[in-house]
């Protein structure tokens, strides 16, 4: 009886180390004000897009979708297209994102003749440096990140709905007070 309460006990000490341990390789869950994970990705567009290109130029929005091709996805992209005046009245640069890879992006932007880029993230690393993707959710998270001029996260958006993403991102740049593009 001894024996077994010493077991149950060291047990206990193992899993309560584990649960503190931060090198477990989970991160830290973003926050606003937090500074935004630097990115590098390829673009539908055939551009490669770099975070650190909008430092002190522009607002980033990335919206992360979870898989090319299904509904959600397919109505989330073209809210954000019917909208893309709406949202280029801001000094931004937006973009969708997915771990999709390059070319099945493509052929999803190419169907939906999107009007701006689908981010390419096939490895992974940068939508779980975003927490998008995480132990038990192998596709990312349907989540919206806005990045200020100084790199910081001003916003994360955890409740996107597909069919008014776009309309609801432009209110989100309006209500960050991000400065409107310069009349030529």
Known sequence: MIQLSRVLSFSLVLALCAMLN?????????AVGDEAPKFELPGTDGEIYKLEDFRDQKVVVI?????????????????LKANSDAIRKFDVAYFTASCDE????????????LDFPILS??????AKAYG????????PERWTFYIGLDGKLM???????????GE???KRLAELMVAEKKSE
């Not at 993230?121 to 940068?126: A, M």
């Not at 916003?155 to 993403?165: L, P, R, S």
């Open 22 to 30: 931060p090198a477990r390789g989970e991160e830290k869950e973003l």
């Open 63 to 79: 919206a992360w979708f979870p898989k090319a091709f299904t509904g959600g996805c397919t109505a989330e992209c073209k809210s």
């Open 102 to 113: 390059p070319d099945q992006n493509q052929k999803f932007a190419k169907s939906l003749e």
């Open 121 to 126: 993230d096939p490895l992974k690393d940068v």
């Open 132 to 139: 998008v993707v995480h132990p038990g959710r192998e596709v």
């Open 155 to 165: 916003a994360i958006d955890k409740e996107v709905k597909t069919a008014t993403h």
């Open 168 to 170: 609801d991102v432009a």
